[in-house]
């Protein structure tokens, strides 16, 4: 979803789900919520999992339509 790309691009920048949260102005058990999705999803265990992959794909250079 796009709300998955938005955590998805904060997660490459190592912020915290409460970091996150806030900057979204939603729960941090939101987030997570999106997090598992994005594991799932991806068949990834971990933000560092997340974030390799994410360098590997160049998913490190997307910004959100929100922050154009």
Same mark, same amino acid.
């Given at each position: !979803?796009? /709300?998955?790309?938005?955590?998805?691009?904060? *997660?490459?920048? @190592?912020?915290?789900? %409460?970091? #996150?949260? @806030? @900057? +979204?102005? #939603?729960?941090? $058990? *939101?987030?997570? *919520? =999106?997090? %598992?999705?994005?594991?799932? %999803? !991806? /068949? +990834? =265990?971990?933000?560092?999992? +997340? @974030? &390799? +992959?994410? /360098? $590997? %794909?160049?998913?490190?250079?997307? #910004?959100? &339509?929100?922050?154009?």
């Amino acid at each position: !979803t796009a /709300k998955e790309w938005v955590v998805l691009f904060f *997660t490459m920048y @190592r912020l915290s789900s %409460k970091d #996150i949260a @806030r @900057r +979204l102005n #939603i729960f941090p $058990s *939101t987030v997570e *919520t =999106h997090l %598992k999705a994005i594991y799932g %999803k !991806t /068949k +990834l =265990h971990s933000a560092f999992q +997340l @974030r &390799v +992959l994410g /360098k $590997s %794909k160049g998913f490190d250079r997307y #910004i959100p &339509v929100s922050f154009e």
